[in-house]
């Protein structure tokens, strides 16, 4: 089978995803992605495209044709096509082309693109107070687009793959049977550095990419008072390379992801590979969804984020068991290698579904 995954190399998820469809027997995948990031993945097996220039017009027609051309190419090439977040032409022609060639094809929702403020708040005590004040994804997020785009891949015969928090927004009456996935990393690559047992200055680290969403003004002020009463070294992670990041997240003894969204991220999938304690808010309506309740990440919210941070400064042997089990969860769950199996096995139960019909 040949995978075609495209159009947006989110966190780096695709592009690991292609390099992992590689590893099994029998298949292909390449990658075809818009624009690029410096702090993301790029693997031997992904073309990326320039991004649209918003002000040269030449440029943004030289683009569409590009675009178009390696669209074309790419799918008469591809079996199956996985699809990240949105459409990879405008207006969807590249969905209604897709349609019409009756290939299996999925598509996987990322983050604000579908996520839905009004359930958000719901089912989250503490998501309201960041929408207020400056919440880094208010601007993508809306009930209209979500529904829009789950509409448009519905309307072009796609089925519907997420993590557990956003199968939450996933409009069932849409698509009625949804699959399950998680975020996933090359294993291989995160080598685990437990914390020590018998260490009483911990190292703990923050790493925000978005200080509101992730609660860094709560935390900040926190670590500040804790301070003055526990012995401790704390690292804000700002402006740096990813791979001083992730140098820093392999050295420390206690990773803190966020306390607001209520979901984690791949920061936190980072770090539970690397054999890191991990705090984070995790809202009960996630384990409602799909997101198995065996994971060891230490659920904190802004309510309880001092209480637990002193339970994890003051416990070395706790922090060393809890960062056994993540690496044991992150190689169970969040392995690439596996969930490409598992996609691999998913487009064929839709082949197979297409041909019934």
């Given at each position: 089978m040949k995978i075609l995954v495209l159009p947006h190399n989110v966190a780096s998820m695709p592009s690991i995803s292609v390099e992992a469809f590689n590893r099994i027997k029998g298949v292909q995948a390449r990658g075809l992605f818009i624009g690029r990031h410096k702090y993301h993945f790029e693997g031997p097996n992904s073309f990326f495209i320039e991004a649209n220039s918003k002000t040269n017009i030449v440029s943004r027609i030289l683009s569409l044709f590009k675009r178009t051309f390696w669209f074309i190419r790419s799918v008469l090439w591809a079996d199956a096509v996985y699809y990240v977040w949105n459409s990879f032409l405008p207006c969807g022609i590249d969905l209604k082309i897709l349609n019409w060639l009756h290939k299996p094809r999925?598509?996987?929702?990322?983050?604000?693109?579908?996520?839905?403020?009004?359930?958000?708040?719901?089912?989250?005590?503490?998501?309201?107070?960041?929408?207020?004040?400056?919440?880094?994804?208010?601007?993508?997020?809306?009930?209209?687009?979500?529904?829009?785009?789950?509409?448009?891949?519905?309307?072009?015969?796609?089925?519907?793959?997420?993590?557990?928090?956003?199968?939450?927004?996933?409009?069932?009456?849409?698509?009625?049977?949804?699959?399950?996935?998680?975020?996933?990393?090359?294993?291989?690559?995160?080598?685990?550095?437990?914390?020590?047992?018998?260490?009483?200055?911990?190292?703990?680290?923050?790493?925000?990419?978005?200080?509101?969403?992730?609660?860094?003004?709560?935390?900040?002020?926190?670590?500040?008072?804790?301070?003055?009463?526990?012995?401790?070294?704390?690292?804000?992670?700002?402006?740096?390379?990813?791979?001083?990041?992730?140098?820093?997240?392999?050295?420390?003894?206690?990773?803190?992801?966020?306390?607001?969204?209520?979901?984690?991220?791949?920061?936190?999938?980072?770090?539970?590979?690397?054999?890191?304690?991990?705090?984070?808010?995790?809202?009960?309506?996630?384990?409602?969804?799909?997101?198995?309740?065996?994971?060891?990440?230490f659920n904190t919210n802004r309510d309880t984020l001092k209480e637990q941070l002193i339970r994890l400064i003051s416990n070395p042997a706790l922090r060393h068991e809890l960062g056994i089990k993540s690496r044991q969860y992150a190689e169970k769950y969040h392995d690439a290698d596996k969930i490409a199996k598992d996609v691999y096995e998913v487009f064929k139960e839709i082949q197979m579904k297409q041909h019934r019909t």
């Open positions: 999925l598509v996987e929702w990322m983050g604000s693109e579908i996520r839905i403020p009004e359930i958000a708040m719901k089912l989250n005590p503490y998501i309201q107070e960041a929408y207020d004040n400056g919440y880094e994804y208010a601007g993508l997020e809306s009930k209209t687009n979500s529904l829009a785009i789950q509409e448009k891949f519905k309307r072009n015969g796609f089925e519907a793959i997420a993590i557990s928090e956003l199968n939450i927004y996933i409009d069932r009456t849409l698509f009625p049977s949804r699959y399950i996935t998680f975020q996933r990393l090359d294993m291989k690559v995160f080598q685990p550095v437990y914390p020590s047992a018998s260490n009483f200055r911990p190292l703990i680290i923050h790493s925000p990419t978005a200080p509101i969403a992730k609660g860094t003004n709560y935390i900040l002020p926190v670590i500040e008072e804790l301070k003055k009463e526990y012995s401790f070294d704390f690292i804000l992670l700002q402006n740096m390379k990813r791979e001083e990041v992730l140098e820093r997240m392999q050295q420390c003894d206690v990773f803190i992801d966020q306390i607001i969204i209520g979901a984690h991220g791949l920061a936190s999938t980072e770090a539970m590979a690397f054999g890191k304690p991990v705090m984070c808010y995790l809202m009960p309506a996630i384990f409602e969804n799909g997101f198995p309740s065996e994971c060891p990440i």
